[in-house]
Structures are given as C-alpha cells and as structure tokens.
C-alpha cells in the first residue's frame, strides 16, 4: 500500500511503539489520527511529527470505553480524513507486578480483555466497512510472543493476544476476495516502558530499538499485499507464521 496522503489510525500513541509508528507512519507522508489516553503525553507526540513538517491530530481516548469507540473513529476521518490504515497497538498488561492467574481478579483480566481484544474489534468494526466501501485498507493487530507461548504470570495478556491474533484471522476470512487485508504482528521484546513494568530486571541492552522495529511494520504495510490476508507477521524477521 502506498502510504503518502492515506489517513491512518494509530491507538497507544502516546509513547514506545504507538509513538515510533506515529513517527514512522508521519515520515512516508500518512496524516495521522493518535489515541491515547494520556493527553499531555500524546500531544507532546502530534507537536513533534508537526516540528518535523508531519500532520497529526491527537484525540484523548480510551479504546477499552465502549462508548469512546465510535467518537474516535468520526474524530478521526473528521481530522485525518478516510482511515485507510488502522493499528491497534493499544495494550495493558493488567496488574503488575504480574500475578499468577489464580491471583488474577477477574476485573483486571475484563480489563485487559476490553483494551487489547474487545477495543480492537470495535474499533475495526467501526473503520473496515468504509475501507471495503473504499476499495482499500489495512489494519494491524500488534500482537506478541505470549499470544503463542505460555508463561506463567502472563494468563491475562497472553488470553488477549492469542484471541487477537484470531480475530485478525477470522476478519481476515470473512473479508476474502476483498482489498481489505488483516496482519497480526508480533514486534519482539523491545525496549519500553510496557516491557520494564514487565520484566524490571531486563537488560535493555539486549531489547529493540522502539523506532527499528515500527520501520519495519511500517515496511509490511506497504508490502502488505505478499502476505496472506490474516497472517502472524515477525516484525523482527519479517517471517511470515502458519
């Protein structure tokens, strides 16, 4: 997909990831529409990708609100015009420190079940039919290595983002024959805020570059059609998984 002049979605925006893709995104010439729920931190974001010569709107949110869903898409086809490009990159942990799931309240696993897997879905829902009706579009789950392997203490998030990556699959099926195509990519331990709140003791050193590795999403977009619609993408790699 060409990116330059598309309107393009971007959910945890504020900081690690959500921020490099805002950047990177901003840089091939997309007009961006940020979500986070940290308003002083996202607009220290849309007021950097503009210093740069970028265009980026900032609407405080939060995508685990059910009702914040549909304000956000109309806000953002308002600011940034048709959304073209979604990426949910939106995510909680839950409580931390992580907890073993017989630990685990069941308000903070509905909680990380409405921000990475029930948001999304609304969110998708509420953008892909213009992107069908349009000819065009693509969104991205952002996913992780816990969505596949099990490790103790992670029950709640790795939950969500191993039924994330399936509702990228299943949209992905239901939306065959058609432009509108669906990735779930996992960006690989990197070294953010989310990552140091999990593993306190990580050597960072031995973590990825934030900004490297929404280079390479950013790539997969473009290149979005190589891939079958629905795919588990390494970003990392680039590897395509069954």
């Known amino acids: 997909m060409e990116i330059d002049g598309r309107g393009a979605l971007v959910t945890g925006a504020s900081r690690g990831l959500g921020r490099a893709l805002a950047r990177a995104l901003a840089r091939r010439g997309a007009r961006l529409a940020l979500v986070a729920r940290d308003e002083k931190a996202l607009w220290l974001v849309v007021d ?8 980026a709107h900032a609407i405080p949110a939060d995508v685990g609100d059910k009702h914040a869903v549909y304000p956000i898409a109309g806000a953002a086809a308002a600011l940034a015009g048709p959304i073209d490009i979604a990426i949910h990159n939106a995510s909680t942990l839950g409580a931390v420190p992580l907890r073993l799931l017989l630990d685990t309240d069941c308000e903070d696993l509905e909680r990380v079940l409405a921000v990475n897997l029930v948001g999304p879905f609304r969110l998708t829902k509420a953008l892909a039919g213009g992107m069908l009706v349009r000819g065009s579009g693509v969104v991205v789950f ?3 290595d816990a969505a596949v392997s099990a490790y103790p203490r992670w029950g709640a998030y790795s939950a969500s983002k191993a039924a994330q990556d399936h509702l990228s699959r299943v949209f992905a099926a239901e939306f065959e024959g058609t432009p509108v195509r669906f990735l779930s990519v996992d ?3 990197m070294d953010t805020r989310m990552h140091r709140d999990a593993c306190p ?4 050193s031995a973590l990825a570059d934030p900004a490297l590795v929404a280079r390479r999403i950013v790539s997969l977009i473009e290149t979005a059609e190589a891939a079958p619609s629905g795919a588990r993408l390494l970003a990392q790699t680039s590897e395509a998984l069954p």
Do not use: F, K, N, T
């Not at 950097?48 to 265009?55: A, K, N, Q, V």
């Open 201 to 204: 003791d990580a050597d960072p």
């Open 142 to 144: 952002v996913s992780s």
């Open 187 to 189: 960006p690989g331990e």
């Open 48 to 55: 950097e990708i503009r210093g740069e010569g970028g265009e």
